[in-house]
């Protein structure tokens, strides 16, 4: 293996003469796909207990859903128009379209004999029975025809195909069956029939053998169950009396998702964007997937009346739409589940006096979800009632339901405070939610605005201004994660509190930049995009090749999502030709090549993937001894440097900087059970113990256990 890895080497180096060569790249949706092979491969790991594996596979299955929408309809848009801007790969979409079919088919095979042959026995072991209707009792067969009765009759509406009735409309992503009946007058005939798996569970609660049902749902602990479409189909005599059913097959059409939106030409952002989401059932069609046991006759139905294209068409052997196992991990059995831990509350915050007190004192840091979130909604809920403070200024990108973050702002508000919220309404996937909170502040007198024309706001960051003894003091908070107290749990994210009047500034100007009218385009201390976060990263880079010539000391630590942004790429194929050692943990895409001789020998990339979505942000530099450390909402990608509003703050207090760097940074470079390390072919491979000869590291495991402590 060695062997070939050193030739896959020397190969790549005799054909890369310059940093411009796309060689050098690493194809960006191959690189995608390569992470959710590394998302698939946790659900294959037994060392994690076996809901927590279930998991992992929906949410495989749950990537590939966003990527088909987004990114599959983005290439196959390229494709139509014909005309397309170069990528750095110089891979062009029709053959990266074909790549991706090649990868796919293989990563969906595993998939499916995870499912098949692995979890689901384990889960019969352990007491979790996902049955097929077929291995049910004749008594629990009955209870599920009365519920079936009762229930979800009602709500089916069956649609026949033939020349009296057009081809019926499928929406994104539900699940339907295409049924087969026989009519003694007119032959075979084919209907279409939607499963309410939107109304219903995807795994129905089986009954007991006397037939009930109940309320019961996957979180009281029943762990018996069936797919629901399985019941639906077995139960279809109710709904073509007269006729007989011969066969009835799963399917499930995938739209393109990605709205696009005129926003120069909008009257109004909000309902343009309101109309759009609701377009998104209406798409064009960017993949059909169908059960293996479907015959060709009734495949060429659907391809040809969906206007399919055959590499668009997946065929499985495992239900489809296996996201909806994540309805498993809602049950009730914390012997199949990760050990639970209460976040820390650091220190700072469980001393008397308000939240501004101590940050008067000093910036806190905090770590998410090792650190706990209620610090952040407290800020937002003091400041609410505090008769001292003046004024409120956040900007929300993803907040959920129920949003404590958003009560707190109404608060504010009753309270007479001055509250102005900038709502990303383009936030995908989250569109609707941030309508509705757009509307629930405006109504309560809240300034609402939506952003930049052009632009999508993704910087995370809250202003409080307070009249104090001295005069006007403004208090931040900024980070690299929403003001989600649900993700909030489960990624990995920083937050800084400050009140550096230089940074305070900074914020100040950049909400009136969003607000009003501005062309700012310096800031005393925060790096911001489009404006010049590019070009500033880059002179650090610079600055760390320049420093290494003159003393060999240079070093660099970037931890992001992606990287992808060629100009940055390129910045540091020169710091490694220069000798400078860079440590990359890039959690999802990243497309330079480590390791090609006299061009990328010195970078080393590693990904983690495991209980926590890694999210955070920090770019380090060195720089002789005069560390800087950078925390923020951007990853270096065209889409945040380019067409997004981000913020990169400083971590200027010597002792939260060097905690972050000696514990946090450092703890998960040296991850040797989570982490995978890049390869210059664009394959990852786990990092073992015999390689490194040190004992073992689960870098999150290490943040739970040390939770309140690395500072």
């Known amino acids: 293996m060695a062997g070939n890895r050193n030739k896959q080497r020397t190969a790549l180096s005799a054909h890369v003469s310059n940093i411009d060569d796309p060689g050098l790249f690493i194809n960006r949706e191959l690189s995608w796909l390569a992470f959710n092979w590394r998302v698939l491969e946790e659900a294959l790991d037994e060392r994690h207990p076996l809901l927590e594996r279930v998991k992992f596979l929906a949410i495989f299955a749950g990537n590939l859903d966003e990527f088909f929408m987004i990114r599959v309809s983005g290439l196959r848009r390229q494709v139509a ?148 479409e399985q019941v639906v189909a077995a139960n279809l005599d109710l709904l073509f009396p007269g006729l007989r059913v011969t066969a009835a097959y799963p399917f499930r059409i995938t739209r393109d998702a990605d709205l696009e939106i005129e926003e120069d030409e909008a009257d109004d952002l909000l309902s343009s964007i309101e109309e759009s989401v609701e377009m998104r059932d209406f798409g064009s069609e960017v993949r059909l997937e169908v059960d293996q046991a479907m015959p060709e006759r009734i495949r060429e139905i659907l391809t040809k009346n969906l206007s399919i294209a055959p590499y668009l068409v997946y065929t499985t052997t495992v239900p489809v739409g296996l996201a909806d196992l994540m309805e498993l991990t809602r049950l009730e059995r914390p012997d199949l589940k990760d050990t639970p831990f209460v976040p820390a509350v650091p220190p700072a915050f469980t001393i008397q006096g308000n939240i501004f007190s101590v940050i008067r004192k000093r910036d806190v840091l905090l770590y998410h979800p090792f650190d706990s979130f209620s610090p952040v909604v407290d800020f937002i809920r003091e400041a609410a009632r505090d008769p001292d403070v003046l004024a409120i200024k956040q900007t929300l990108y993803r907040v959920g339901a129920n949003s404590p973050v958003v009560d707190a702002l109404l608060d504010a508000r009753s309270h007479g405070k001055q509250v102005a919220v900038l709502v990303e309404l383009k936030a995908r996937f989250d569109e609707e939610n941030n309508i509705a909170w757009a509307r629930a502040l405006e109504q309560e007198g809240v300034h609402v605005v939506y952003g930049l024309i052009g632009l999508k706001t993704h910087a995370k960051m809250t202003l409080v201004v307070r009249r104090e003894r001295e005069g006007i003091v403004r208090y931040v908070h900024m980070g690299t994660g929403n003001y989600n107290p649900v993700t909030a749990r489960i990624y990995t994210d920083f937050g800084l509190f400050t009140c550096d009047p230089d940074i305070g500034c900074d914020v100040s100007d950049l909400f009136n930049a ?198």
């Open 81 to 228: 128009a014909g005309a397309v801007e170069m990528p750095p790969d110089h891979i062009l979409p029709a053959d990266t379209l074909s790549a991706i079919r090649r990868t796919l088919l293989e990563q969906l095979r595993h998939h499916a004999e995870c499912w098949s042959a692995d979890l689901l026995p384990k889960l019969r072991d352990a007491g979790v029975h996902v049955l097929n209707y077929a291995e049910l009792s004749p008594a629990q067969q009955r209870g599920l025809r009365q519920y079936f009765e009762r229930e979800i009759f009602p709500v089916l509406t069956p649609l026949a195909f033939d020349p009296a009735h057009p081809f019926p409309h499928i929406s994104n992503l539900s699940l339907n069956l295409a049924v087969v009946v026989r009519d003694p007058r007119h032959g075979e005939r084919f209907a279409r029939l939607k499963v309410p798996d939107d109304t219903f569970p995807r795994l129905l609660p089986i009954p007991d053998e006397q037939g009930a049902i109940g309320e019961a749902t996957a979180k009281t602990g029943t762990q018996r169950f069936v797919w629901l």
């Open 514 to 711: 969003l607000t009003g009218y501005s062309r700012k385009e310096s800031y005393r201390k925060l790096l911001v995009a489009p404006v010049g976060m590019r070009s500033e990263i880059i002179a650090r880079i610079d600055r760390e090749i320049a420093r290494h010539r003159a003393h060999g000391d240079g070093y660099i630590v970037f931890k992001m999502n992606s990287l992808a942004d060629k100009a940055c790429i390129q910045a540091l194929y020169r710091a490694s030709q220069a000798g400078v050692k860079v440590d990359l943990q890039v959690r999802g895409i990243c497309c330079l090549r480590p390791g090609i001789p006299g061009m990328s020998e010195h970078i080393t990339v590693t990904s983690v993937v495991g209980r926590f979505l890694e999210h955070t942000r920090a770019y380090y530099f060195r720089n002789g001894g005069e560390e800087e450390v950078l925390l923020g909402s951007a990853d270096l990608m065209p889409r945040n440097l380019d067409g997004r509003v981000e913020i990169l703050f400083p971590v200027t207090d010597t002792k939260l900087r060097d905690g972050l760097i000696r514990a946090l940074l450092t703890v998960h470079l040296k991850d040797n059970v989570r982490a995978r390390r890049l390869q210059p072919d664009g394959t990852y491979q786990r990092i073992t113990v015999s390689q490194l000869d040190e004992p073992t590291l689960n870098s999150q495991l290490w943040m739970v256990e040390h939770r309140g402590q690395w500072i």
